[in-house]
């Protein structure tokens, strides 16, 4: 049984930092591109950014650019999210997702697999 499960969440003061994680099981991880996308209180899902299987591809979208880094440990089963001089509009619940293909793509329909996600609030 394929199982994506986020931590990391949380609350945090503008500026400040979190690092979401994603444990991956049951299939094989470091074939599979893998992807953060976010849901913002009443708004629908947003790619966020991606990875390709080995590691070596990331993109990000705009407004994280710089203050966001994706990386993954193949050996670990694990997806993480680094976020740095987080801003009130990065509120959202956080998604990993898995892609069975090694090439990271933007694109939501591409990814089969989603796990139940991690709340980040950022207020003062």
């Known amino acids: 049984e394929v199982q994506l499960v986020e931590s990391g969440g949380g609350l945090v003061q503008p500026g400040g930092s979190l690092r979401l994680s994603c444990a991956a099981s049951g299939f094989t991880f470091s074939t599979y591109a893998m992807s953060w996308v976010r849901q913002a209180p009443g708004k629908g899902l947003e790619w966020v950014s991606s990875?390709?299987?080995?590691?070596?591809?990331?993109t990000y979208v705009d407004s994280v650019k710089g203050r966001f880094t994706l990386s993954r440990d193949n050996a670990k089963n694990t997806l993480y999210l680094q976020m740095n001089n987080l801003k009130p509009e990065d509120t959202a619940e956080y998604y990993c997702a898995a892609r069975q293909s090694t090439i990271l793509s933007r694109l939501l329909n591409d990814y089969a697999y989603w796990g139940q996600g991690t709340q980040v609030t950022v207020s003062s």
């Open positions: 990875i390709n299987a080995g590691g070596s591809s990331t």
